[in-house]
């Protein structure tokens, strides 16, 4: 998503799996477990920002319509007036779940960090993402990584986990090293990297080669098109989706796939679109 001023589970049992599957096979039974193996989705959900103009106008309408595309959850950005347990009863009557939050940077620190888990924890959400930051120098990102992995420690008592959202920008380089190696070379496994494919690309980075250079870290991705001109979705862009999806199914750590289309001459199509692009791909 651009900057806004607003406010586990990945397939390595497939892998565990696999001694079973041998078995199996000698028994002539690898045909079930395999299949059973191969059910276990990793769950799609909708970034908000995607029909941020919509949410304005008519959330309870979006938050409907989102659930009977056959979207699994939502990420907001931004809760448009409503409290916490007016969005939990959308989420609920519809069907969803919180995938996650993105939440100001400001609204994880000191004081408000109280307010922010207890509003999550009743829209029933575990992931804060901090959506943007700009840092002028390397000691900065590095303060911040800091910071992050003390704002982690204090979360994980509570269930929950604390990251940052990518834009192109963090790929800029301070002494050779992007921001984004910076930050995530030096914050622990319990800070979550979100990455989203078209900003990194924007920012003149790989995904692919993002996402591996960082094993287990992906627990929530943004899935963006990118390349393929303003109204493409997934699979009609330049984005290397067979590698993506194969690297988050496997050592990503990757616990819910979120889609978000920020461009478009009708967002919600496009949000439906990139469903069906999804389930094409044998992603849903």
């Excluded at 990945?10 to 690898?30: D, M």
């Excluded at 919180?98 to 999550?120: M, R």
């Excluded at 575990?126 to 704002?151: H, R």
């Excluded at 914050?187 to 287990?216: F, H, I």
Aim: with cysteine.
């Amino acid at each position: 998503m651009t900057n806004v001023s607003l406010p586990e589970v990945s397939r390595r049992e497939f892998l565990n799996c696999s001694a079973v599957g041998v078995a199996g096979l000698a028994l002539g039974l690898a045909g079930p477990a395999q299949a059973a193996a191969a059910d276990k989705k990793i769950p799609v959900g909708l970034q908000l920002y995607s029909v941020r103009e919509q949410c304005k106008t008519d959330l309870p309408g979006v938050i409907a319509a989102v659930g009977k595309i056959g979207y699994k959850g939502v990420e907001f950005a931004g809760y448009y007036d409503r409290t916490a347990k007016d969005l939990r009863k959308l989420l609920d009557d519809n069907g969803l779940v919180a995938c996650g939050t993105h939440t100001p940077y400001e609204s994880v620190l000191g004081d408000q960090l109280k307010a922010t888990i207890e509003f999550n924890r009743t829209i029933g959400n575990s992931f804060l993402i901090v959506p943007w930051m700009q840092n002028k120098t390397k000691q900065e990102w590095l303060d911040k990584a800091k910071l992050f992995n003390e704002i982690a420690a204090q979360l994980k008592s509570q269930g929950m986990w604390v990251g940052y959202h990518a834009h192109a920008h963090d790929f800029d380089k301070f002494d050779g090293e992007p921001a984004w190696d910076i930050f995530f070379g030096n914050t622990n496994a319990d800070v979550v990297m979100q990455l989203d494919t078209s900003n990194c690309r924007e920012g003149g980075a790989d995904p692919v080669a993002v996402l591996k250079k960082y094993p287990g870290r992906a627990r929530t991705i943004h899935l963006k098109a990118n390349g393929g001109g303003p109204d493409a979705v997934i699979g009609e862009d330049k984005v290397a989706w067979a590698e993506v999806f194969a690297w988050c199914e496997s050592r990503g750590g990757t616990s819910w796939y979120i889609v978000e289309h920020e461009s478009g001459k009708d967002p919600m199509d496009a949000v439906r679109r990139s469903y069906a692009a999804l389930k094409k791909l044998g992603k849903v």
